[in-house]
């Protein structure tokens, strides 16, 4: 094969492979125009056909000036010979007005002489690479971001385990400004930590191998809560941990963006909502589940070997103050009660409203029955009262009705029933009354 057959055959294996190659192939000369592309990049560009771009420079076929200038800049430091050979990544324009992530590859070619002769571009399209960092760098840096309850924010690069980047709250700067590694970091908070059943587990597992092991398999995400020892100057007292672990997309290390984040606004709000829950919104009193709820808690805890006292209470007559006087003046009877009632017992005592007109109270740790009957008596004077209303005077009585807990047995359930067939028992003896459960006589 002589020179001439053996430069068409290189020419004709060429242009075919301009024509089925998946890769972003361009060839220029010394004036920067395009002299041959593959189909590939012609297309990736919108272009129907590889020939609208031969004879033209970037300039022609781009209007944004700072791309232009950016190639411009690119192939000029290949052709002045700073750079031999050219590795870069650039976000070109489409005709349609979208944009393509291109990694280029750029060198001199020179004839046989040695004589720069053009520009060679091999490139590749890393468009999803770079759609999926964008939105990585987004995450990770929402993950980042330090809110309100934020007390240390980080991204970890559990490839390298290097903290990448780091953020404190400033009343705790002064323990965490001289932690460089994530070991020293994790130690601090395996310090300051109870530990529970559940956060040891997950503190002693927060190490690299087990962090990228979680991440193989396909867990993303992890949090926890841990109480921590007191804290000088600080009211913490409880930190939640939120790791989420992300893959780059261009680097292919596993990253993890984490928080700790103090718990103590969150526990009080929601302490606040569980005490709003609790409440009956006219009196104030424990509502009917309420009740029930802190009555069993206590009996079958703190209140299981001492002798308690089960109150029902019952507006006489409540049927006909609301015929008679209406229900705004039914209201304020049902207010009356419930602040008699509270003023009668013990603060510590349970008191709630469990219906229309129904009250209950458990009397906690009562010395002996003479004491419970000495404060039913006393209850039942309590509850006899007059409200003036622009109708006229409301005559108020209360009947109650008691059942005794000694110390086992017993269940809430049972002594809600016996209190309450007492109470009927003293509105059958002519209201106005107390009587005691049968087997508490």
């Not at 700067?173 to 930590?193: E, P, Q």
């Not at 006489?316 to 009668?344: C, E, M, R």
């Not at 004077?381 to 086992?408: I, P, Q, R, W």
Request: some cysteine; hydrophobic content about 40%; proline content about 2%.
């Amino acid at each position: 094969m002589n020179a001439t057959e053996h430069l068409k055959l290189i020419n004709t294996a060429f242009q075919e492979l301009l024509q089925i190659t998946p890769e972003f192939v361009s060839v220029k000369n010394m004036d920067l125009e395009f002299v041959d592309v593959s189909n590939s990049f012609a297309s990736i560009l919108g272009f129907e056909d590889r020939s609208m771009i031969l004879g033209k420079t970037v300039t022609d076929l781009f209007d944004d000036k700072i791309t232009c200038n950016h190639l411009y800049a690119r192939d000029m430091l290949v052709i002045e010979g700073s750079h031999h050979k050219e590795a870069y990544e650039e976000l070109l324009p489409t005709l349609k007005g979208g944009q393509v992530y291109i990694s280029f590859i750029k060198f001199l070619a020179r004839d046989e002489n040695g004589k720069p002769i053009g520009i060679v571009s091999l490139g590749h399209n890393k468009t999803k690479e770079y759609k999926e960092k964008l939105s990585f760098n987004s995450e990770i840096q929402s993950l980042f971001a330090m809110g309100p309850n934020t007390l240390v924010s980080m991204i970890v690069d559990l490839t390298t385990w290097r903290i990448m980047d780091s953020n404190y709250r400033n009343d705790i700067h002064r323990f965490c400004y001289a932690l460089t590694t994530v070991d020293d970091f994790l130690k601090l908070a395996n310090s300051i930590s109870i530990p529970d059943h559940q956060s040891k587990r997950y503190l002693d597992a927060l190490d690299q191998n087990s962090l990228i092991n979680f991440y193989n398999e396909g867990k993303r995400e992890i949090t926890f809560d841990f109480p921590v020892k007191e804290i000088p100057d600080s009211d913490i007292f409880m930190i939640r941990f939120k790791g989420r672990i992300l893959m780059d997309p261009l680097s292919n290390h596993i990253m993890m963006g984490i928080k700790f984040s103090d718990m103590n606004a969150e526990r009080k709000a929601n302490d606040q909502l569980r005490k709003a829950a609790e409440r009956d919104s006219m009196t104030g009193l424990l509502n009917h589940e309420a009740t029930l709820d802190h009555i069993n808690d206590y009996l079958t805890h703190e209140g299981c070997d001492v002798i308690s006292a089960i109150f029902m209470i019952d507006a006489d007559n409540f049927k006909g103050v609301n015929d008679s006087y209406g229900h705004q003046v039914g209201d304020k009877v049902l207010i009356n009660i419930a602040n008699i009632i509270k003023q009668t017992f013990r603060s510590n005592d349970i008191v709630g409203r469990v219906g229309g007109d129904e009250f209950m109270v458990l009397m906690k740790d009562c010395t002996s029955l003479d004491v419970v009957d000495g404060k039913a008596e006393e209850l039942v004077e309590a509850l006899h009262f007059s409200l003036v209303d622009d109708k006229g005077s409301v005559n108020v009585t209360c009947s109650v009705g008691v059942s005794m807990y000694n110390g086992g047995g017993k269940i809430t359930d049972q002594l809600y029933y016996e209190a309450d067939a007492a109470l009927y028992k003293a509105k059958a003896s002519g209201k106005h009354a107390f009587a005691f459960a049968d087997d508490n006589n």
